[in-house]
């Protein structure tokens, strides 16, 4: 407890104003990059695993994130709407979804591997919807927001493109943040005392009176919309979105093996996941170029393959585990 409570109020305190000077003092724009990425990622990451650190395994959230930029790029394209008021139909949207999946799935029992499948056939539906009306959406070609031009800056936060990557870099900053309080309070209500009851035993759950219904639809509303707004600020920062490469099913994947890779039950797990992976990502792609395309995955199978057998509970929580083992059998023998 001193150990946690000593890296909360120093080391963590330093690498918080670490990060935020990050992109002033960065020695290129392209490291900028890299932290928008990971800090997006990252905020995706940590609200996927609001669900499945407690059973639910979603295979779809890439489709909560295509439904908000795909709502913002059409909406803003096609009827000139802001895009902010694109991200709140957008998140409408997906919290309809996410309630008819926890309406649908949990009150029918269907849970464990049973309710990752529906997911993700769910998250290809999405995806197929996208393809078939390729008019407005553009199909598998993808779609562009129309560019605003060089405005003013009240023109740019009006249509939600910034120039300046450190607007982006903040924006995501502050989203991860809020990622992280929101498990905070997660932790600390009532909720999750309900939510580890129902994934240890849901029957025995039910027989005390917890409304698992209730409990379980309620967090996967909160992570999709959550996940909606992630999905928002990455299309308009990258201007582009793909059905396939964006939406798919290989998205919700790849966001599923960061929280694995990091330790989806940590706080910190997703983090530490999409550091280690995007990292990994951009270094094949800046070292090999095209000669490597794709194998990152292949490297995403064998590094996951490896941790689910030696260390099932992640890098940081099985790292964290061993290490409180070791202190306590330091305190046991002395």
């Not at 407890?1 to 002033?24: A, D, H, N, S, Y």
């Not at 997906?94 to 309710?115: E, M």
């Not at 999905?231 to 979105?241: A, E, F, P, S």
């Not at 990994?280 to 590094?303: C, D, M, Q």
Request: aromatic share 14%; proline share 4%.
């Amino acid at each position: 407890m001193r150990q946690r409570m000593k890296f909360e109020t120093t080391l963590l305190p330093l690498i918080l104003i670490g990060v935020i000077l990050f992109p002033i003092f960065a020695p290129s724009p392209y490291l900028v990059h890299i932290g928008i990425l990971i800090l997006i990622w990252s905020y995706v990451v940590t609200v996927w695993a609001y669900m499945a650190r407690f059973g639910m395994v979603s295979l779809c959230h890439a489709a909560f994130m295509g439904i908000g930029f795909y709502s913002t790029f059409l909406l803003f394209n096609y009827f000139k709407l802001c895009p902010w008021i694109g991200m709140g139909i957008g998140v409408v949207l997906s919290g309809i979804l996410a309630l008819a999946i926890g309406q649908s799935c949990f009150r029918f029992g269907v849970i464990g591997h049973y309710f990752a499948v529906s997911t993700l056939v769910i998250g290809e539906l999405i995806t197929l919807i996208i393809i078939a009306f390729r008019g407005p959406t553009g199909g598998r070609l993808g779609l562009t927001v129309n560019p605003v031009g060089s405005p003013s800056f009240l023109r740019q936060l009006y249509s939600f493109q910034f120039e300046s990557k450190l607007v982006y870099y903040y924006i995501a900053f502050i989203l991860f943040l809020l990622a992280l309080y929101v498990w905070k309070k997660i932790d600390q209500s009532k909720i999750r005392i309900a939510l580890k009851a129902i994934g240890d035993d849901e029957v025995a759950a039910a027989s005390v009176g917890i409304p698992i219904v209730r409990f379980k639809t309620s967090v996967t509303v909160l992570s999709a919309t959550m996940a909606t707004i992630g999905g928002v600020l990455y299309g308009q920062y990258l201007t582009y979105v793909n059905p396939v490469s964006m939406v798919g099913v290989m998205p919700s994947l790849q966001i599923c093996f960061k929280a694995i890779l990091g330790g989806m039950f940590t706080l910190w797990g997703p983090t530490i996941g999409t550091i280690l992976t995007v990292s990994l990502e951009e270094y094949i792609r800046i070292s090999y170029g095209t000669a490597f395309i794709g194998y990152s995955h292949i490297f995403y199978a064998i590094i996951i393959i490896i941790l689910i057998i030696f260390l099932p509970q992640g890098l940081h929580g099985s790292l964290s585990e061993t290490f409180h083992k070791m202190k306590r059998r330091a305190v046991l023998a002395s």
